[in-house]
C-alpha cells in the first residue's frame, strides 16, 4: 500500500528524513518497496535501501501562479492563453488544458485560478509522452504564439498518472510560493504482510513510526458528531454475530454532492484510488486515514424500498442462487456463504466487499446512510476470492478489521461527511454488537524472552516497549501482563500469544541489536542421508563418464510424453496426476517419464550442439488407486546421440555414439557402483528398437533398460536435417538401484608375480552371445585367469555366413607364485574344449 | 727401429686422428671415425699389440705414450661426440616449436547441473555446521503443506503462497496441493523425530532441499517451479541469537569473510518472530546497485519455529525451541554467477550449462 510522507505526519513527526523513515518502516516488518520523491530534494544516492522515483523541483522554476483570465487563442480552438501572475511579474501561457474551456473568453475571472507554473527551463515530465519522460521548457512558437513556460498537470510535475487537465489549487496558495513547499511530498510503496493489517491505514503506520522512533503519536481527536441521543432511523438485526460481530448506523441529511476539497483528492490520488464525490470520498478516506472500511448508501433509495418505513437492515448468509448487481455494474450469483446486507426489500451489499448499484450514492443523493461493520476475515476472504472481486474494503477485513473500530470509522468519516458536504448529521448512532472480542491478555517474564531470544531484557524495559505500540501492560515482580489494544486482531493467547507478544517486543527492540551467538545446543543423532549419498554418486559417476546433468520441469502432457512409445506397443494408460489450477495446458500433467524430460532436452539442443549426452535423475508421478498422493517414484535416465568426439583442427573419433557407447557408461556406472552380477539381457521396451535393446539385471532384479531408440520414436522427434545418428537412451528405477548398492566393498592386493598374456581367438555362430562365451571362459579359467577382456569381433566369407569370430586377451596370474608354461597351457586347453563343447565354438587359426 | 721413430709415428697417429675429427659433424661419421682410430685395428692399437717388439727398456716409455695418444683420441671423440650431440637436440628442439595458440584437444566432459553443484556447496556448509540433509515429497496434502504450518484454512497468509492444487475428487479443507515451500518436511522430519521418544524428542537439526511449486505467471524473476533449501534447528535450548548467528555464517561461507548481514521484521505464519535475511551486495559493496536497489540482497525468511508448529511435530513448545530459514539455491547462484533469467534453470540449454 501506498502512504504520503505529509498525511503519515498527520499523526506522527519523526524529524527523520525520507531515507530514515524508509529504513525504520522497513526494518519494522514495513517493507519500503519504492519511494516516489514529489518535488521534494531526492535522497543523495547510497542513503536509501530501496528503489526511489520521482521529481525534484525547482525552487525558482515552478511555483504556484494565479491565473485573471483565459483568452482564446487566436489560430487554435483547442488552446487557451492564460493571463498569469507568478508572483513576480505577468506572463500570458498557453495551454490545451479541457478544464479551462469553461473560463475561456469570459474576461477577467472573478476569483483567480490558483494553479502551479513551470517556468522557462524548469525540469518536469513530458504530459503526453508514454511513461515518464523529462523535458526541460524552452521557448517555442506553436500556432504564431509564443510559448516558453507552463501551467502544469499533475503527470507533469510527477504527482501522479492525471493528465487530462491542470491541478488546480487550493484558492489561499500565494503566487510566487515555490510548490515544493505546498506540495512537495514522498509516497512509500509498503509492501504490507497479511498479519500487519493494523498497518493499512496512515493511522497505523504513524503508530508503529512513533513507536520505532520513541516519538509520541498524535492521537486523532474524538469527533463531536454525531450528537448523543437515540437514533430512530433505523434498526439492525444480525443473524451470524460470528460472521457479523458488529454493525452500525449513521445518519448525515441535505448533504451536496460536489467534488472534495483539492487536498484530499489529491492524496486520494496519491494512494492510488480516484476521487469521486465528497460523499464517496470521505468514506475511502476514513478508511486510508483509520483503517475501517465504510459504505454509504442514499437513505432516500433505502426509504423507498420500505415504502417510506425506517429502515430495517438485517445482515444474513445468502439464499442459494440469490442475485445481486453490484456498484461495478455486474449482476453477480452468491454462494451460500457470502455474507449479504439486507433491507426489508433484499440484498443492498455484498457484506465487507461491494455494495449495491441500486442503493448507491449517485448525484442527486440529498440524505446518506453510512454503515460501518466488523466481518469474519475468513469469510470475507472467501467471498472476496469466489467472486474475485479484491477492493480495499475486503483487503482491509480479510485481515481483520477489530470491531472496535467500526464506531470510530462512522464517527469520523461523519464529521468529514458534515465538513465537506454541509450536511446535518443526526442524532446518536445505530449499534448493533452481539459479539465483542475478547482482548487477549498474555503474562510474559524476562526468562520467556530469554528462552526465546537469547537475550536478557529486563521486565520494564519489556514493559516500555510493548506500551509503545499501545498494549496496556503492568508489570508485577518479573511478569508483565499485556493486554492487547483493540485496533489489532493478530495477538493469540497462552503459548502463542507469548510467542507473538516477543516478536512486537523483538520488532521495537530492534533485530539488528540481538548479538550473534553460534550453537552451542546438543547435537542431534548423526544418521546422514545414505540414499541422497549413493544418489549423488551416481551422478560424480555419470559425469565421470562425460555426461551433462539436467534438472526439468515436472510437467508435461500425455501427448508429449506418448512420443517416446513406438507405433503399436501398448499406450502408456496409467493415470496421469493433474493439476487442477494450471497455468496453462502444457503445465496441467506431472510427468510419467524422465527418458521423456530428457529426450525433450536432446530435441531442443541437437540444433546447437553435435555431441550430446544428458542424464536427470528425479521423480516421476503416478496416481495410485484411490485418488490423492500420487506415488513419487525416483527414476534416472540418459540420452545420448551425435558424434563421439567434438572434431577440433586435430583427428577425432568423430564417428556416431552407438549401443555400445552407452553400454560402456552403464557398465561404468553399475561398476562403480560397485554392484556385482549384473546381467545384460536382449529384451524389449516400448521407446526401443527391438533388436537393439537390453534389460539390466543386478542379480534377478531388473534395474533398467537400455537401447537404441525405436525409429518410430526417433521419427516424432523434431530433429535437425543434417542429425543422422542414433539416440541411445536408459531408463532405470532409481530407487531399486539405489537399495542395491553396498554400503561397503573389497579390493584385492597387488599381484607380486608376473602375468602371463594370451590371445584366444574363436569362431562361433552368430546366436551365441558375448556373454555367454565370456562367462565361459571365467568360469574355466578359475581364479588363475586374472582378466579377459574381448578385444575384436568380426564376420566374413571365410568364417563362413552366420558365424562370427571373437578375440580374447586372457591374462593369467596365481597370487603364490609365477605360473608354469605347461600349467597355462593346460588352462587354455581346458577353456578350449569347454567352448567347443558348450557352444561349438571353433579355435581360429 | 729407433725410440724416437715410433714416438713420432704416435704423434703422427694422434695428430692424424684429431685433425680427421674435427670436421665430423654427424653420428655415423663420428661411429666410422671411432672404428678407424679408436678400433681393433686402429693404428694406435696396433701399436700396443705390437708392443712386445719393443726394447724391454723402450716399453713403458712407448706404452705410455701410445696410451696418451689413445686417451687424446678418446677424450677428443667423446667432447666432439657431446658438442654433435647438443646440437643436434638444439636443431630438433628449435625444429619442434609449436604454434602453442592452437587450440587444445576438446574432450568432452560432464557436467553437474548449476543446482546441483549450489546444492552440494550448501550441503557441504550446513553439514559442518551439523545440519543433515532430509528429504520429503512434492505433492502434498494441504494438511502438511499448511495447517500444520500454521496457515489455517482461509486464512489471509495463504495469499503469500499462490497453489497449484491437483486434483483429486472433493477432499473439502485438506485438497491435495503442489508443495509451495519445503517446510512440509519440518513437519515430516519433527513427527518422525519425535516419535522415536514422544516423552523426551531428540534435537533436530536438518536441511531440506527441493522443487516448490507457486501459482504465478512467469518471467524472468520468477518460476512456477523452483527449488528451495530450509533449514531447521530444534532443541532445548536454541535462540534467535543462534539464527543470526548460523545465517551470518552462512553469508560468510558464500560470499565471503567480509559479507554483512541485516534482519529485519516480516512475516511468516510458522515462525514467530520472523525476520528476513538480507545480505550486504557484494556487487557493489552495499553502495547500491542496478542489481541490489538500496545496497542489500534479499536472501530469505527465517525465524523461530511457531508454537503450533513444535506442537504439530511433537515438540512441546514450552519446553523446545527452534528456528527455521528457507532459501532459494537459484537466487543465490543468479547473484552470484550473473545469470539474468531464471527461467535457464530448468531449460536446461548447453550454451547455459555449459557455463558452469
Redesign the interface.
Known sequence: MKAPLSWLKDFVDTGLSIAEIAHQL????M?VEEIQVIGLPMPA??T????VTGLDWDREKIVVASISEVMPHPNADRLTLCKLYDGQRDHVVLTGAPNLFEFKGKGPLPKPLKVAYAKEGAVIYDGHAEGLVLTTLKPATIRGVESYSMVCSEKELGISDEHEGIMFLEDDAVPGTPLVDLLGDAIFEINL?????RCASMLGLARELAAMTGKPLKQPAVPAVPAPGKADFAAISIEKPELNPRFTLGLIRNVKIQPSPAWVQRRLRAYGMRPINNIVDASNYVMLEIGQPLHAFDHDKLLKRSSGKPVQISTRTARKGEKITTLDGVERTLSESTVLVCDAAGPVSIAGVMGGAETEVDENTTSVLLEAAAWN???I??TAKAQNLPSEASYRY???VHPAMAERGLRRCLELMQQWSDGEVAAGVVDEYPLPPKTPVVEITPADV??????DVPAPRIAKLLSHLEFKVEVNGETIRAACPDHRMDIGEG??G???L??EV??VYG??N????????????????PV?DKE?RV?DL??????????????STPEREARRIAPGSAADDKPY???????AYE?AF?RHSVLSSVLD?VE??AR??D????FEIG?V?LQGEE????N?LKRLAIVMAGQR??????P?DTGKMDFFDLKGVISGLLNGLRLDEVKYVSGEYPSFHPGKCAHILVGEKQVGVFGELHPGVRGRYDWPATFKAPVLAAEFDLDLLLSLVPALYQTSDLPIFPPVLEDLALVVDEAVTAEKVEALIRQTGGKLLADVRLFDLFRSEQIGAGKKSLAYSLTYQAPDRTLKDDEIKQLRNKIIKRLEYEVGAKLRA | MTDSSILDELEAIRKAGLDALAPLADEEALQAWRTAHLGRSAPVMLVFQKLGTFAADLRPQVGQAANQVKVALETAFNERSTVLREQALAQSIASEKLDVTLPGRPITHGRLHPDTQMLRELYRVFGEMGFQVYRSREVETDEFNFQMLNFPVGHPARDMQDTYFVEAGDRGDNPIVMRTHTSPGQVHAMQEASATNPQNPPPLRIILPGMCYRYEQTDARHETQFDQIEGLAVGPGITFTNLKATLSDLARRLFGQNARTRFRASFFPFTEPSAEFDVECFLCGGKGCAVCGGGWLEIGGCGMVHPNVLRNGGYDPERYSGFAFGLGPQRIAMLRYGINDIRYFWDNDLRFLEQF
Do not use: C
Not at chain 1, 542 to 555: F, P, T
Open positions: 522497513t526494518m519494522a516488518g517493507e544516492h547510497g536509501v535501501d530501496t528503489k504482510l497479511p498479519s500487519y493489517a476475515m475468513i469469510n476472504r472467501k480479510s485481515r481483520g530469554k528462552r526465546l531470544l537469547g537475550i503459548v502463542t507469548k510467542a507473538d516477543i516478536e523483538t520488532r533485530y539488528d540481538i548479538p550473534e551467538v553460534r550453537m552451542s545446543d546438543v547435537l542431534p543423532p548423526q544418521k546422514g542421508n541422497l549423488e551422478r555419470l559425469v565421470a563418464h562425460g555426461l551433462q546433468e539436467i534438472i526439468s520441469y515436472r510437467w496426476v493433474k493439476i487442477a489450477n494450471p497455468l503445465k506431472l532436452t531442443r539442443n546447437n550442439r555431441h550430446l549426452a544428458f521423480p508421478f485418488p490423492g498422493l500420487p513419487e568426439q567434438t572434431k577440433g583442427w586435430q577425432a
